[in-house]
């Protein structure tokens, strides 16, 4: 699988006495060990990853890695958090471009689905490898989670109180969870690149307890 294309912030920088200010060397070899670190669990996995894979990656030595991180735990950390930033932000972006409430989530699943194509390194590290990386970062996915909650229940407002009474307290959760775990065992599975294809099943899955079936595959079939 090819690597992923990151910033040009990312590239290495040039060797020696380059005049760049500090603040830019600085935020660039976090940036690169950040990708780094995305790229050796992608090949290794989180236990099997190394401090020695990660400043590979990101062609740094042992102790530039020690200037911003304390370990791989907390490397792992900052890359978990930086991907599901970037991710919620054009999640977000594309719910809010929509008027209406069905497009809005079909164009946010759609956003989610082609981040995740487009970065399958970070696809891995963020939907697969974050759920063994320990309970911090778990506590993390946990929130990242209920992030998404909020896009579906907004589907409630206008209802009637015959689809309301449908609906339990716990039907976001279980609509973002089961989509998640559709994702993730693609993903699992080495087969990231088939993730836009579910983009019509899920959005019939999420949809249907608001709109009904026929609405709801109408919608995802747009």
Not at 8 to 29: D, I, K, M, T, Y
Not at 122 to 128: I, P, W
Not at 156 to 182: C, I, K, N, Q, W
């Amino acid at each position: 699988m090819d690597s992923p294309e990151y910033p040009p912030e990312l590239a290495r920088l040039p060797p020696g006495r380059h005049g760049l200010p500090r603040e830019f060397v600085s935020r660039n070899q976090r940036e690169r060990l950040i990708a780094g670190l995305a790229e050796a669990v992608s090949e290794n996995g989180y236990a099997g990853t190394t401090i020695a894979h990660i400043t590979r990656h990101a062609a740094v030595s042992r102790r530039t890695f020690y200037e911003h991180f304390d370990s791989k735990d907390e490397c792992f950390v900052a890359a978990y958090d930086a991907v599901m930033s970037e991710l919620r932000q054009r999640v977000g972006d594309a719910f809010d471009q929509e008027e209406e409430w069905p497009p809005a989530v079909r164009a946010g699943i759609a956003a989610m689905l082609g981040f995740l194509v487009a970065e399958p390194h970070l696809a891995r590290l963020s939907m697969v490898e974050a759920l063994v990386a320990g309970p911090v970062v778990v506590e993390r996915y946990d929130a990242a989670i209920q992030s998404l909650v909020p896009y579906f229940a907004a589907g409630r407002e206008g209802r009637s109180a015959e689809v309301l009474a449908g609906l339990s307290p716990t039907t976001e959760e279980a609509l973002v969870g089961g989509m998640v775990s559709l994702i993730s065992r693609r993903i699992f599975a080495d087969r990231t690149e088939e993730l836009e294809s579910l983009l019509p099943d899920l959005v019939e899955f999420t949809l249907t307890p608001y709109l009904g079936s026929a609405e709801a595959a109408k919608v995802a079939r747009a």
